[in-house]
């Protein structure tokens, strides 16, 4: 989708937004149920992980699942599904270890499969189903079309 270098950043920091959003929101309502002040710890947690999420996403995770949907998604009609797979794919662990290590201080992996698992289940459906077919649409109507 993105053809430029700049649409491409935008395209980056538009998904990882929504992403980290989600995944936030997903992981404080797990941690502190629908009676607790989720919504406040998911803002708080997305404002620190966003800006880890955005270089990993950019220089790290982004490239490599271009390469890996590219080598098994070879129609372009398909490909976004291919990314959106990828995607997840490759960025849950380095999200997860990073944000475990970063913030939470932890590195038991008594702690960090179960989070990999419980994140993955909810990482795939949010970039499939919701995420990722919302930012390309936005990414469509707003950057693309003002060409």
Do not use: D
């Amino acid at each position: 989708m993105p053809a430029t270098k700049k649409e491409e950043i935008i395209f980056t920091c538009m998904m990882a937004f929504g992403m980290v959003l989600g995944m936030s929101s997903y992981n404080a309502l797990w941690n502190l149920g629908w009676q607790g002040p989720w919504f406040q710890a998911a803002l708080h947690n997305m404002l620190r992980e966003y800006w880890v999420a955005l270089p990993v996403a950019y220089f790290i995770g982004s490239p490599l699942a271009f390469r890996l949907a590219r080598r098994y998604w070879h129609q372009k009609k398909t490909f976004p599904i291919g990314m959106g797979i990828a995607t997840p794919l490759l960025m849950v662990p380095m999200m997860t270890t990073l944000i475990h290590f970063l913030f939470l201080h932890t590195t038991s992996p008594q702690i960090l499969f179960p989070a990999y698992l419980r994140n993955y289940l909810f990482a795939w459906p949010l970039q499939l189903l919701l995420v990722g077919p919302l930012v390309r649409f936005l990414f469509r109507r707003l950057i693309a079309a003002g060409k």
